[in-house]
């Protein structure tokens, strides 16, 4: 009660009321806004805002201190109005001093949100238009209001002439009219420079970066900027101003229950409006979209306003190299001021075109290396921070939006698989992603031995891509260092480097092979290495093998025939390939788009004018090649992608290499491949691969005190599953059929899950047995020879039938023809079929055969079918004019037949 | 009309003071803000971009079928600057556009205006007159 009196005296005293300070700290936003109206140059304002904030301490001051002031002076009249209407009956003022200090509240607001657009800003310049969009939907005069208050849409000349004089004057004289004084005690003056001097020292004035795709307006703002995201109309909303303005009006100059509601009403609505504001502040991120505290991005993309840094007195260099350093993106960057010889990149990444906030965030603001370095990416490109780096709007926004959709990104074939075999999964196809991964005994197995190559995992050092790189994100194909610096990489640890890496479009195999040398190994497989089961000591001194990891021994083999002619992995796979399109897929046979067909075509091509192609595309085409708009490219036929480095000329098909830039010839395909009709519906690699990687089975047991690692969360961990390997073997890779919707297609496999699992030792349960699995997977070896594997080798093999290694034996006994199969290994006890067999001889399996749904072991009649050309093979030479003949009409043939001629009998 | 006293005087007064002001408003704004003062944009066309984002406009080029949208969003007139999944996006409240400017979700309910265009007889630029 006390208190409410002596609250109730200040009206009397005239002074000590929250008006006092307003008014004091009118003052300050007066002077602060003389001083800062120097440097601030009208004409480029965002740029002359950024070069302050790098200047010097006292200009840096003079713009905070304006700031806080302005805020605080807008604060403080609100709780002047709000003091009045609490603490006296009545106002009771006359309509006319009413009327004025209500359109004066309006003039505040303008005052303030004038001089938020003079930053020049992202924001500034959004929160311009929406006014303009706004003011012009006012009727009858709303274009010229709008025209009036803003001007020209290039220009900031009238809003600042609003700002420092028709607004100012404006507030000026209706305070003096109102308070019947000029000058604020010197104490509330005294306490007022206090104040923001302390806040214009600890925090700085708000600027926007203008990479942050978050665009929010003034704090006191953004209730509105949540009511209008609300309405379709918004125009209606300016109703609202109205309505406060005439409540206002009322609650000063009515009495009686009028005055009561106008008084309650705007109570009602302050706090509404509160609520809203901490809504717009801290829920509110790009694109206005609701966010949670905690959720992925939140900081970055809700509190961006909030990242603000306190003035560094010491400023770490001299201001002629501010002078000199660059204007990016319409600012002066702070970084550049210090790294302003760092060279090494590509032309597009120049820190003269994008500087280094683009990629590396940080404060580009900040006058000290403490302040810059804030909240910077030293690695940028991981998945994670892609969308505040490689991804932001000016730069590579549509990659970073679909990379996540992409095989490499989501592993989803992996997971699915893995958690088929521990029987966790109806399907081996289910869409999976490796951010999904929990806690049952696959996902484990997946986090101990499988997933540290998504890209999705994050490279935390400096370096080159290498052998041991896993994930790592754009980095992970676009990181190149240069051997200066590599040189200096090693040199200076911790110092200012000037060696930058590039990044660039010379994605080499390097790139692919540290994730890509595993499982299925096309990158080892394709330059000619397979991997032995030889540990680091025991590897022979010889140059046929190699060693990878410093520990993996590798032994040549015969290299991809695309590789001996200078083919790199990209030369083939395109950009919507590896950084994925936007769907997601179960498997790698769904995304990967290019066939062997797109470019070894007998007959017209499938092309685009170069004129005519994507954006992505002719950026690739433009940045590799410069001149390309006389090419008709080649277009893949799954999915229409052009590539860029294929083009039909002169009836011919030609590839240019995209690193190297050798031009190929690419011929038509062999008559073999394309005329007979005995093997239409053969893909290619099932006869030009000229190897594959194999195993013979493992074993998978949980072990809770091996010390174990985390591949999901990097981190160690005690306890981890094991796998124990057979051994590997390279070999001409077994067939099989893929049926897509009754479309077969024979296609090369490799024992993919041939394997037990002791389950129970992980999960402790008794009735978790062990699982035995004999599943074979579709491969894509990548060791393609120009030469396709002979009849024999397919016809007569138990291995290419799916029987195995042993000996496959046609007799001939009594006229009589049969197959014999003698198996080298011996029975496995789960199936009693050989180890290394996917089906036994003369016999089919079904149900869980394959790690796809629609991949089989031949049937039993696709095999006798075989066999029997087999049969035919054991006497004729595969380049005898019969066996060629065969190739269109081999049932003809058989009715034809020599006496001397036994086909086999299959009983 | 005979004035009868010092108020009614001051009221007219002000009344045409008012109505000079308004007039002068009028006629300051309407030669400073007259059509006609800008010259005609060109921007350099690029056959194979499928969406560039030029300040005040959007071109889409799909399948060379060109189309120029106007970049204010017409919910509250932020200019559009980003493209998602063949499809543009407001920056401030999240209106999504499709290539045709027509509003796939609002808060926006009208379509982006279409601009009327001319492709410069050698077919390199597309004018827009503004």
């Known amino acids: ?907 | 009309m005979k004035i009868k006293t010092r108020r009614t005087f001051l009221k007219a007064g002000v009344a045409l003071i008012a109505a000079f002001t308004s007039y002068l408003w009028h006629r300051v704004t309407l030669e400073t803000s007259g059509a006609g003062r800008r010259k005609p944009l060109q921007i350099l066309l690029k056959q194979q971009q499928t969406v560039l984002f030029a300040d005040d406009f959007i071109l889409i080029n799909q399948n060379n079928n060109i189309t120029v949208l106007s970049a204010f969003c017409t919910h509250l007139g932020c200019r559009i600057d980003k493209s998602e999944n063949d499809r543009l996006v407001c920056p401030c409240h999240g209106s999504v556009y499709n290539f045709s400017g027509e509003v796939v979700s609002g808060p926006a309910y009208k379509n982006l205006s279409k601009v009327p265009f001319k492709i410069s007889p050698d077919g390199t630029k597309i004018e827009i007159e503004k």
């Open chain 1, 1 to 907: 009660m006390g208190q409410k009196l002596k609250l109730k005296n200040r009206k009397y005293t005239g002074r000590l009321t929250f008006g006092t300070y307003a008014l004091a700290m009118f003052w300050l936003v007066v002077v602060s806004g003389i001083l800062l109206a120097i440097p601030f140059d009208v004409n480029s304002p965002y740029l002359s805002v950024s070069v302050m904030n790098l200047t010097d301490i006292w200009i840096i001051l003079t713009r905070n201190a304006h700031f806080f002031s302005s805020q605080l002076f807008l604060v403080l009249s609100l709780l002047h109005i709000y003091e009045h209407f609490h603490y006296k009956d009545k106002v009771g003022l006359k309509p006319g001093m009413a009327f004025r200090l209500s359109i004066g509240v309006l003039i505040i607001f303008l005052a303030m949100f004038t001089g938020f657009l003079l930053k020049g800003d992202a924001d500034a310049r959004q929160a311009r238009l929406i006014l303009q969009t706004l003011v012009e939907r006012i009727p009858l005069i709303g274009s010229a209001l709008a025209f009036s208050l803003l001007g020209d849409s290039d220009s900031f000349m009238l809003i600042y002439v609003h700002h420092i004089a028709t607004f100012t004057v404006f507030i000026a004289i209706i305070m003096a009219e109102h308070s019947r004084r000029v000058w604020p005690p010197s104490m509330e003056v005294i306490q007022s420079v206090f104040v923001v001097l302390i806040l214009s020292i600890l925090f700085s004035a708000p600027v926007h970066d203008n990479l942050n795709p978050t665009v929010k307006g003034p704090w006191y703002f953004v209730g509105f900027q949540e009511i209008i995201h609300w309405l379709a109309d918004p125009e209606w909303s300016l109703l609202l101003f109205f309505i406060i303005l005439i409540l206002l009006f009322w609650a000063n100059s009515k009495q009686g229950k009028l005055m009561f509601i106008s008084k309650r009403s705007l109570l009602f609505f302050t706090v509404i409006y509160i609520f809203l504001t901490i809504i717009g502040l801290f829920f509110r991120g790009e694109q206005w979209e609701w966010k949670w505290p905690g959720e992925a991005g939140y900081c970055y993309s809700v509190l961006a306003n909030f990242r603000s840094s306190s003035v560094s007195f010491f400023s770490e260099y001299d201001r002629s190299a501010l002078a000199n350093s660059p204007v990016v993106g319409g600012r002066k960057e702070s970084c550049l001021v210090c790294h302003a010889e760092t060279h090494g990149f590509s032309d597009s990444h120049r820190p003269e075109a994008i500087g280094c906030f683009s990629c590396h965030g940080g404060n580009p603001f900040a006058a000290s290396k403490k302040q810059a370095h804030r909240h910077m990416f030293l690695v940028p490109g991981n998945l994670a921070s892609a969308t505040q780096s490689c991804g932001t709007t000016q730069c590579h926004p549509d990659i970073t939006s679909r990379i996540s959709t992409g095989l490499m990104a989501t592993l989803s074939g992996m997971i699915s698989v893995d958690r088929y075999v521990f029987n966790e999964n109806v399907t081996p196809d289910a869409l999976t992603n490796v951010h999904d991964l929990k806690n049952s005994a696959a996902d484990e197995h997946l986090k101990n031995l499988c997933v540290r190559c998504h890209l999705g995992n994050p490279k935390t050092e400096t370096g080159p891509i290498d052998e041991a790189s896993r994930g790592g994100g754009c980095l992970a194909c676009h990181l190149n260092y240069s051997e200066a610096a590599l040189d200096e990489q090693e040199l200076i640890k911790g110092d200012l480097h000037k060696q930058h890496p590039s990044i660039s479009l010379q994605v080499g195999n390097s790139h692919c092979f540290g994730c890509h040398s595993r499982s299925g190994r096309i990158s080892t497989n394709y330059e000619g290495w397979h991997e032995t089961v030889f540990s680091a000591a025991e590897m022979p001194d010889s140059a046929v093998y190699r060693l990878v990891e410093g520990n993996r021994v590798f032994v040549k083999k015969q290299a991809d025939v695309h590789h001996q002619l200078g083919l790199e992995c990209i030369d083939c796979h395109h950009s919507f390939e590896l950084m994925g399109d936007g769907t997601f897929y179960a498997h790698e046979e769904d995304q990967e788009d290019v066939q062997c067909t797109d470019c070894h075509i007998e007959g017209l091509p499938k092309t685009i004018d170069a004129k005519y192609i994507g954006n992505e595309p002719a950026l690739i085409a433009a940045l590799r090649f410069n001149k390309f708009s006389d090419k008709k490219f080649l277009v893949t036929q799954k999915q229409n992608h052009v590539l860029v480095n294929c083009w039909f000329e002169n009836d011919s098909v030609y590839l240019i290499t995209k690193n190297s830039k050798q031009k190929r010839f690419v011929g038509p395909p062999a008559s073999v491949c394309t005329k007979d009709k005995a093997h239409a519906n053969i893909a290619c690699s099932a006869c030009h691969s000229s190897w594959a990687p194999t195993c013979i089975g493992c074993h998978n047991a949980f072990d809770h005190n091996e010390p174990g690692y985390n591949m999901l969360s990097n981190t160690a961990q005690k306890g981890a599953w094991i796998e124990y390997i057979g051994t590997y073997e390279a070999k001409l890779p077994t067939l099989g059929i893929r049926d897509i919707a009754g479309e077969k297609e024979v296609i090369p496999v490799t024992p993919g899950m041939v394997l037990t699992i002791d389950k129970k030792s992980f999960t402790g349960m008794a009735h978790d047995s062990t699982i035995f699995h004999r599943l074979y997977a579709p491969i894509a070896p990548h060791t393609t020879s120009a030469k396709g594997r002979s009849c024999k080798s397919c016809h007569n093999s138990s291995v290419a039938l799916g029987y195995g290694e042993g000996e496959l034996k046609y007799e001939i006994v009594d006229n009589r023809g049969t197959w014999q199969f003698y198996s080298l290994y011996l029975e496995n006890i789960n199936d009693n079929l050989p180890e290394d067999a996917w089906i036994g001889f003369l016999e089919t399996r079904k149900g869980k055969v394959s790690t796809r749904s629609n991949v089989f072991p031949f049937d039993i009649e696709q095999q006798k079918r075989m066999l029997t050309v087999g049969a035919c093979l054991t006497c004729h030479d595969e380049d005898s004019e019969v066996m060629k003949k065969s190739l269109n009409n081999f049932k003809d043939l058989l009715v034809e037949r020599n006496v001397k001629c036994i086909l086999p009998t299959w009983e």
